[in-house]
Each structure stands twice: as C-alpha cells, then as structure tokens.
C-alpha cells in the first residue's frame, strides 16, 4: 500500500528555529488574553471604588462561600449562607462551581461583618459581570479573583468554600505569592533580630514566628540576609556573612530552620547591626546586578531596648533615606514605643507592636501596603507571572486534581484624588494558567520520537519539562515535593555542564546548540546514547522562555501525506483502529457538546462535516488520514495469519497491534478477549 501512495509523498525538513518561534507566538497570543482579561478586571475594579463611597454602617448580605447553602434547625438558610447553585464542571475539574457568580471567602480571624469588608465586597460586585464576560470570550480561562488588602477572597466561578481538619479556614489571599508579587516590587530585606536575655520566653517565640512571617512574604525576586544581635553581631547563616541572597523556596526554608535554633542570652547593642545592615544594602546597591534593584528596607524585630542609633542613619541613611526600617516591637512593654517609632517614622518605615502570636500575620501584611505606596502614587500597574505551583491550599478540601500552573496577577488602587497621594493599595486581581494548556501548543508530534518542550523562568527555575516530577506517593495520596518549584534548569538538563543553554534562556536569546545526551527509557531499566539539538526562544510579555528538543535521526524530517478524505474516512471507520485519546487532534474540551466526544469520533464528525464548528488540528488529522490508508491492508494480512495459526506453532500469541507516529492504533486479537492475559 505504501507503495501505491509513494509518488505522492513529501519529505519536509523540521527548522527548529521556526519551530520554536511559531510556538512561542502561540504561546504569547494565549497569555496576552490572559493578560487582557485580568486589565478588564483592575479597571472594573479602579472604576468601581471611584464611584463607591465609603458607608461605615452598610448592611448588605453577599454570597460567603464557607455558609452557602447552610440552613439552621429550623430549615431556613443562614445569614449570609443563602441558596447558591452548585453543579459539576468538567472545565474546573468537575468542581461544583457556579459559572453566573463569584463568592467571598474569609479566613476565620476576620469578622464578616467588619464595615471595611461590607464596604469591599458591595463594591466589588461590579466584578461579576466581567468575570462572566471575560469567560465568555476566553473559554480556556480558569480561575480568576480579586484578593482585597482588607483580607477578603472573590472567587470566580463560586463555590463551597470547606474547612481544614480542625474547622479553620487558615486561606489567606493576602499570603499568596501571587498577591504579594503583585502588591509590592523585588525587594533586598535584612531581617534584624534582638536576641539579648530580655527577649526569653513568649517575646522570643512571637520574634521567630515574626521572621518566619516576613519570609513567607519573599519570593525568587526577592533577597534577604537575617542578622541577630546580644553583646556581638553574628548572621544567623556564617555562609551569607556580608551578603544577600535570592529568597527562593530552598534559602528561606534554611533560614527558617536557623531561626528556630536561636537563644536569647546577653545585652542588645543595636547599633553594629544596623551599621552592618546598612553596608550590605549600600554595596548591593553600588554593584549593579546585584539584589532586586527596587525597594530596600530593614525589618527590626526588638523588645524596645535600644540606644545610639541616631548617628548610624545620620551616616549611612539621611538625607536620602533610600532604606526604609520597619520595627516591629515584640510584647506588651510600652516604655520603649516612643524609640522604636521614632526609627521607623524617621526612615520611611511603618511601625507596629506584636503582643501576641496572633497578631503577627496582620501587623507583619502592613510593610506590604507601605512598599507599594511609590507602585499606587506612580500608578505603576505591573503585569506579573508567578513560578510553578499548585494551589492545593487553594481546594485541599476539594477534589483537585494537583495541577502545576503560574498566575498572572496585577495590582488595584484607589484613583480617588483625596487618597491618590496617600498610595493605597485595594487589592491584587489574578487569574490561573495551567502549565498543561500551554505546552498543548507545542504538541509532541511535531517534535518526533524523543523530542520534547520545556519552560523555564528568568530564574533559571522549570516551569514545566518531563523529567520535573513534583509529586511522590504517601500511602495512596499524591503530595508535592518540598522543592518542586524550585528545580533549576541544570538539574535536569544536567549536560549542560558550562551552563550554556541555561545562561542564554534566562536572558531570553533566541538560539540553538547541540549536546550529546543519555536518556533512561523503560522506567531506568535501559539508556539511549542520543544527539539533541536544543531550540530556543523568550516568550514575549513574560518571564518565559520556551526550549524545544529535537533528536537527530528522530524529529529531523516530517513525512507529508497526500489522502482524500473519503478514502481515509472509509479506513478510519475500521473497528480494530483507535487514536490516542491524550492527543490533541480537535479541542473537544471547551465547547459542552463536544466533551463527550472521544478525539475518534471528534475527527470523524470533523471530516464529515457534522459538526463544523469543531476545531482541529488539520496537520494532524491530514497525517492521521495518511496512516490509516497505509495500515489498512493490515486487518487483512492479521487475519489471514490467524485462520493459518495452529494452536501449536503459535500458542501464546494474543494479539498483533501496531502504532503510528501519528497516535494511531491498530490491533487483532488471536484469543477471544476473556482469555487476554494482560501481560
């Protein structure tokens, strides 16, 4: 049969350049939407808060999604908890979702009734018919939401919000990465902390908690050294003495671990701290490349007892005041109030007492408004994409499957003329991308046996690639790894021994390099000796960049058939032939009609003409046609062997199947199929 279609064939040359570019554009058109959707919603928003005015007694119910659909003993629905429609949505993973409306969830130290959240929330609504509208436009959009600097969560589509094991809803917008991303630019933190003999007992365990706190506010952007003082100077960590380091996930669970090793012992001398803290921020600044270029501040974390500081800022702080101190002032003494918040007043800082541990998640949140004032008074609306991760405290009480994604969030303010000098910040709005939509745009196919496509960001970390493998088994549970979203690139890419491919992709260069590889195959048990050429390019409007791997003698060539459709329509009908059904030849997962549909019988009613609406891949379905003309005469050859098979020359064999480098499959049994052995 081959033979018959032969002349009609062509052989075309895969340019992995072009390859590669054509993707990246794909890529970037289906994030810019996202981009777009989330700009409607900061405008809706901005817009909503001007014409809003403030009403300290507002009554006004809302849809809270912990008390939806709750009723008391006498069968009416609780306050705030009225009748929200719930059904099973494929789109969102089969959650229960309300795709009309979004509802509000609170962590359970904030009052639901507090005027500020009233207020947030009414204005707010306006939200509504953007979130339906941008979903109606973009139907691939997933989750999208506006976290308010107040502590409120509007989710869209809505749904029932449950409780952790001990009935708490700990879920914080303001913690996320994405809202402090978004909240606030990169930042160069040194993190002082008293650890004279005063600070024993509670003051010492509200100090850490504190530190730990301010941590979980970084991110890769992000550096930060801590510093702890008595009677002498020591950095927490001696391998970081003099310097910062990036604030990725490995770096802040080290310090984390030291801070909980510290003892309070001896007298507090605050000034060499603060001198040593202001020389590393100088140097950082000085040597350009260095730290995050943008905000710089000191966090000091004192029980009050502190002199002779006043020379220290008039040397290395005044009159520019380019580092901000924000103290934080640990137990319930007073006597010290007035020095801590002359510091922080005097340096463009915020002060705060803590008393308690459950002040600390609040009072630590304000640097957050602070630093973002020059971003609100400037009106500088970053576009910002997190790392991978997945959100499991997002639905760990839901059915989610555990999806990596990355978030493109972007910041609210108040355009109000009376507030605009003052910088305040409403919130942060943001909308969820699954990493496995936008690799779909780099199908394997196109990449032949042993190509792939990886992701990675300006940091040098995986966004998305094969070899990352960010869950393990506990019993019968799939949990993420500690560090998964800080893999780097050389981890698995491990040839890359000068960092050559690394260097070039966090720069965003577009380029090519080859290196010889080893790839494991049958789960480790063998090794291939391969030659990949490595493809790559930025996508534009992001920290991304995009790697496509072609290996040679694999993905080299393309093979272009030439069918009809009614010759390949009439193969394709065949009962032995099926198509990988995790293989993308039309998008059946949008459109309600066609998800019942398997990718068959998508491309059948395709071709057919039943359902024009459909869309499809036409390279692969061209390609798809071709292979089943060629392995149609197979059916016949298969059967022709079973009716000669004697049971004794032949016995064991069960099956013949065949695959074809475009998903398809064909298969005869030799036994009836209650006799297959399954091996």
């Given at each position: 049969?081959?033979?018959?279609?032969?002349?009609?064939?062509?052989?075309?040359?895969?340019?992995?350049?072009?390859?590669?570019?054509?993707?990246?554009?794909?890529?970037?058109?289906?994030?810019?939407?996202?981009?777009?959707?989330?700009?409607?919603?900061?405008?809706?928003?901005?817009?909503?808060?001007?014409?809003?005015?403030?009403?300290?007694?507002?009554?006004?119910?809302?849809?809270?999604?912990?008390?939806?659909?709750?009723?008391?003993?006498?069968?009416?629905?609780?306050?705030?908890?009225?009748?929200?429609?719930?059904?099973?949505?494929?789109?969102?993973?089969?959650?229960?979702?309300?795709?009309?409306?979004?509802?509000?969830?609170?962590?359970?130290?904030?009052?639901?009734?507090?005027?500020?959240?009233?207020?947030?929330?009414?204005?707010?609504?306006?939200?509504?018919?953007?979130?339906?509208?941008?979903?109606?436009?973009?139907?691939?959009?997933?989750?999208?939401?506006?976290?308010?600097?107040?502590?409120?969560?509007?989710?869209?589509?809505?749904?029932?919000?449950?409780?952790?094991?001990?009935?708490?809803?700990?879920?914080?917008?303001?913690?996320?990465?994405?809202?402090?991303?978004?909240?606030?630019?990169?930042?160069?933190?040194?993190?002082?902390?008293?650890?004279?003999?005063?600070?024993?007992?509670?003051?010492?365990?509200?100090?850490?908690?504190?530190?730990?706190?301010?941590?979980?506010?970084?991110?890769?952007?992000?550096?930060?050294?801590?510093?702890?003082?008595?009677?002498?100077?020591?950095?927490?960590?001696?391998?970081?003495?003099?310097?910062?380091?990036?604030?990725?996930?490995?770096?802040?669970?080290?310090?984390?671990?030291?801070?909980?090793?510290?003892?309070?012992?001896?007298?507090?001398?605050?000034?060499?701290?603060?001198?040593?803290?202001?020389?590393?921020?100088?140097?950082?600044?000085?040597?350009?490349?260095?730290?995050?270029?943008?905000?710089?501040?000191?966090?000091?974390?004192?029980?009050?007892?502190?002199?002779?500081?006043?020379?220290?800022?008039?040397?290395?702080?005044?009159?520019?005041?380019?580092?901000?101190?924000?103290?934080?002032?640990?137990?319930?003494?007073?006597?010290?109030?007035?020095?801590?918040?002359?510091?922080?007043?005097?340096?463009?800082?915020?002060?705060?007492?803590?008393?308690?541990?459950?002040?600390?998640?609040?009072?630590?949140?304000?640097?957050?408004?602070?630093?973002?004032?020059?971003?609100?008074?400037?009106?500088?609306?970053?576009?910002?994409?997190?790392?991978?991760?997945?959100?499991?405290?997002?639905?760990?009480?839901?059915?989610?499957?555990?999806?990596?994604?990355?978030?493109?969030?972007?910041p609210v303010f108040s355009k109000k003329n009376e507030t605009r000098s003052h910088g305040i910040l409403l919130g942060v709005v943001g909308s969820d991308v699954p990493l496995r939509e936008l690799l779909k745009l780099a199908p394997r196919y196109k990449l032949g046996v042993h190509?792939?496509?990886?992701?990675?960001?300006?940091?040098?970390?995986?966004?998305?690639?094969?070899?990352?493998?960010?869950?393990?088994?506990?019993?019968?549970?799939?949990?993420?790894?500690?560090?998964?979203?800080?893999?780097?690139?050389?981890?698995?890419?491990?040839?890359?021994?000068?960092?050559?491919?690394?260097?070039?992709?966090?720069?965003?260069?577009?380029?090519?390099?080859?290196?010889?590889?080893?790839?494991?195959?049958?789960?480790?048990?063998?090794?291939?000796?391969?030659?990949?050429?490595?493809?790559?390019?930025?996508?534009?409007?992001?920290?991304?960049?995009?790697?496509?791997?072609?290996?040679?003698?694999?993905?080299?060539?393309?093979?272009?058939?030439?069918?009809?459709?009614?010759?390949?329509?009439?193969?394709?009908?065949?009962?032995?032939?099926?198509?990988?059904?995790?293989?993308?030849?039309?998008?059946?997962?949008?459109?309600?009609?066609?998800?019942?549909?398997?990718?068959?019988?998508?491309?059948?009613?395709?071709?057919?003409?039943?359902?024009?609406?459909?869309?499809?891949?036409?390279?692969?379905?061209?390609?798809?046609?071709?292979?089943?003309?060629?392995?149609?005469?197979?059916?016949?050859?298969?059967?022709?062997?079973?009716?000669?098979?004697?049971?004794?020359?032949?016995?064991?064999?069960?099956?013949?199947?065949?695959?074809?480098?475009?998903?398809?499959?064909?298969?005869?049994?030799?036994?009836?199929?209650?006799?297959?052995?399954?091996?």
């Open positions: 049969k081959y033979k018959d279609v032969e002349p009609t064939l062509k052989i075309k040359e895969v340019d992995g350049l072009e390859l590669v570019k054509k993707f990246s554009e794909q890529m970037e058109s289906m994030l810019h939407r996202k981009v777009e959707a989330v700009e409607r919603l900061v405008e809706a928003a901005e817009d909503a808060d001007l014409n809003h005015e403030y009403n300290s007694s507002l009554e006004f119910d809302y849809y809270n999604s912990f008390l939806i659909n709750d009723k008391d003993e006498n069968d009416n629905y609780v306050e705030l908890g009225d009748e929200f429609v719930l059904e099973p949505n494929e789109h969102f993973n089969n959650l229960l979702v309300n795709t009309t409306y979004s509802d509000i969830q609170l962590p359970t130290n904030v009052y639901n009734k507090d005027p500020d959240i009233l207020n947030g929330v009414y204005m707010s609504e306006a939200l509504n018919p953007i979130f339906v509208d941008n979903f109606e436009r973009d139907p691939t959009l997933t989750w999208q939401y506006f976290g308010s600097s107040t502590g409120f969560f509007r989710l869209y589509p809505g749904i029932k919000w449950l409780p952790d094991e001990n009935g708490v809803i700990s879920f914080d917008c303001r913690n996320r990465g994405w809202y402090i991303q978004a909240a606030t630019s990169p930042k160069d933190i040194v993190i002082i902390v008293d650890v004279s003999g005063s600070m024993k007992g509670l003051r010492m365990t509200i100090a850490k908690h504190t530190i730990i706190t301010i941590l979980d506010t970084l991110g890769e952007n992000d550096f930060v050294n801590i510093i702890a003082y008595n009677d002498y100077v020591h950095f927490i960590e001696p391998c970081f003495k003099g310097i910062l380091v990036q604030a990725d996930r490995d770096n802040r669970e080290h310090f984390k671990q030291l801070v909980d090793e510290l003892q309070a012992k001896g007298v507090g001398t605050v000034n060499k701290a603060l001198t040593e803290s202001f020389k590393i921020l100088r140097e950082v600044r000085e040597n350009a490349g260095q730290g995050g270029l943008c905000n710089q501040a000191i966090m000091l974390i004192t029980d009050g007892a502190v002199e002779d500081y006043e020379a220290v800022f008039e040397k290395y702080n005044w009159p520019d005041r380019k580092v901000r101190v924000f103290t934080y002032l640990i137990g319930r003494e007073v006597t010290f109030a007035p020095k801590v918040k002359w510091i922080a007043c005097n340096n463009k800082g915020y002060y705060t007492q803590i008393s308690t541990l459950a002040d600390v998640q609040e009072n630590v949140m304000e640097y957050l408004h602070v630093l973002s004032r020059p971003m609100v008074i400037n009106h500088d609306h970053d576009i910002i994409w997190t790392e991978a991760y997945m959100d499991s405290a997002l639905f760990a009480s839901q059915a989610q499957s555990l999806l990596l994604m990355t978030t493109v969030a972007m190509g792939y496509a990886f992701l990675n960001t300006n940091n040098g970390y995986i966004l998305s690639h094969p070899d990352l493998r960010p869950l393990y088994k506990e019993g019968k549970k799939l949990k993420p790894k500690p560090n998964y979203n800080s893999v780097d690139l050389s981890e698995v890419e491990w040839e890359d021994q000068d960092e050559i491919l690394r260097t070039a992709m966090i720069n965003g260069e577009t380029g090519y390099l080859s290196m010889d590889v080893k790839v494991p195959v049958d789960k480790g048990k063998r090794v291939l000796f391969l030659t990949n050429d490595y493809f790559f390019t930025d996508i534009s409007g992001t920290p991304f960049s995009l790697g496509v791997v072609l290996s040679r003698g694999h993905g080299e060539y393309i093979l272009l058939g030439n069918t009809s459709v009614e010759e390949g329509l009439h193969d394709l009908l065949q009962p032995d032939l099926s198509l990988a059904n995790e293989w993308i030849y039309c998008i059946t997962d949008i459109d309600p009609d066609h998800r019942k549909l398997s990718q068959l019988e998508a491309v059948i009613r395709f071709l057919t003409g039943e359902e024009p609406d459909l869309e499809c891949d036409e390279e692969l379905v061209q390609e798809v046609l071709f292979d089943a003309v060629v392995t149609a005469p197979m059916e016949a050859y298969w059967t022709t062997l079973a009716l000669n098979m004697s049971m004794e020359t032949e016995a064991g064999v069960e099956m013949a199947f065949m695959g074809t480098r475009a998903g398809l499959m064909r298969s005869a049994l030799y036994v009836g199929s209650e006799k297959i052995s399954n091996r």
